[in-house]
């Protein structure tokens, strides 16, 4: 695991305060110094307790190839970077997925990696068993250009929670014009984003 805490060119990354909150964070943006991640650098300089970072875009995550292995086993059959988020999910108390606006929906590649949460839905509906994930809190930071829905989007990742065991989803957060304005300077977004912060430090 990388402890680098640069996010715009470490894939992954972990760091710690002192707590005992995990917080596992999605960030499904190319753009490596983007609105995106200005807003989620915002967010890790408020967040308790220990952070992991993966980024869609970077990460070596291939996406669900409908093989459905998972249909009748524990786990996924591509052995790649998804097995050590496998356990992060499981284990942590709250997950923020972060993503631009495209076709006011998720980025493609975010999509990817979501995918591979299918095995927590065959688990469920094919093999008859509880997936062992700690209930955890959720949130949704979104930016965009001001022509996309964003309740799309927020919506379709609301629905993701569900099969990961998030049960206490947080209220939209996001920066929706940032072809006029940068999402570091849109106050309302940060505003929001303290707010949010506080939910998950809770």
């Known amino acids: 695991m990388s402890y680098n805490t640069d996010i715009k060119n470490s894939p992954e990354h972990i760091k710690s305060k002192i707590c005992d909150k995990r917080t596992l964070i999605i960030n499904g943006s190319p753009r490596k110094n983007g609105d995106t991640v200005s807003l989620i650098k915002n967010l890790i300089t408020q967040l308790n307790g220990e952070y992991k970072i993966v980024n869609a875009y970077y990460s070596d995550i291939s996406p669900c190839m409908d093989c459905r292995y998972c249909w009748s086993n524990d786990g996924c059959s591509i052995n790649d970077k998804m097995t050590e988020i496998y356990d992060y999910i499981e284990d942590c ?79 939209l957060v996001g920066s929706y014009n940032t072809n006029i304005i940068a999402a570091t300077n849109d106050t309302q977004a940060n505003d929001n984003l303290k707010a949010l912060t506080e939910f998950l430090n809770d």
């Open 93 to 171: 108390d709250n997950i923020v997925i972060a993503s631009p606006i495209y076709f006011s929906q998720p980025t493609g590649k975010l999509l990817d990696l979501c995918s591979r949460f299918q095995t927590y839905f065959a688990a469920k509906h094919f093999r008859n068993q509880i997936p062992t994930i700690k209930t955890k809190k959720g949130a949704v930071i979104l930016v965009g250009g001001g022509d996309g829905n964003p309740q799309k989007a927020y919506e379709t990742l609301c629905g993701i929670f569900n099969h990961i065991n998030v049960k206490d989803v947080y209220e």
